[in-house]
């Protein structure tokens, strides 16, 4: 199941650990309820992000083991692991009228998706959630290639745990998302951007955008970069989505953040806001494992 549960509903008792896997490696956190208790996390060299197809960081194995002996006493081997953003499709589907049988639904689902993976959708792990918020039905929808899933897997079990959840870190992190207004999360991770827009709890947009030259960027360039994409894509939500955004927030852009959140509100109008708080200042990982905690 790539999509959790909203507001823990369905949702079996949480486990003890939660791991966001990124390409630099793994970061883990043991929780009791909504608290953190530990957290940790593992650096790796960072895989080719040229692929079409990304890969699992090499020596994945090796790192959650260093986690864990920094997480310790662990009270149960069960795990929550959530992917990286560049492992996971997320989409937003709209139909004039669903389907009413089950089978047929995700049928039209993996039909949407066949021609915009980079792998074939008959082989891929795809999970759904339907909205009745909007206007219209849609599919807030996710797919990973189900190689990427098993090979992480086989590392969490080696290492000693069982990934009862294997989920999007993006997905997760919209659990800290504002759910009363129009809000926009801007989640940087590795070499792009994922702009969502949730009114009152229901996805009604959302955009990948690749960012490949943020990265060793001077703050004031990357906030350009940023800006030059985030602005046009405020206007659109306002004129076709009917209501203007009420909220901005901003995750996983390290050390630029800071300069965001202060240029932000002059081009948005907004109130704008970290999406986590000070801790995760400079970590580019990090909000979906939180995200997951306080779901």
Known sequence: MLLPPQNGVGRPPPPACVFQISTGGPWGGRRAGTAV????????????????????????????????????????????VLLPDEAVRLALFEFDSLPRRAHDLRDAVEERFRNSLPFDSRLARITFRVQHGADRPSVFAAAVATDYVLRCESAFEAAGLCPGFVGS??????????????????KHSDQAMTITAVESGTVRLLRRIALPNLHGADAAAGVREVLADVFPTLVYIEENLGRAVEHLLVAGFGEMQGALVEALPSESGSPVRPLLGPEFASASCGSGLMGYVHG
């Open 37 to 80: 208790l530990a957290r940790a996390e593992h650096e790796l060299p960072e895989n080719d992000l040229a692929d079409a197809q990304p890969q699992p960081p090499d020596r994945l194995e090796e790192a959650i083991q260093a986690v864990l002996g920094e997480l310790q006493p662990i009270p149960s081997p069960h795990a929550a």
């Open 169 to 186: 870190s993006c997905a997760a992190a919209l659990n800290l998302v504002d759910d009363d207004a129009m809000a926009v999360l801007l």
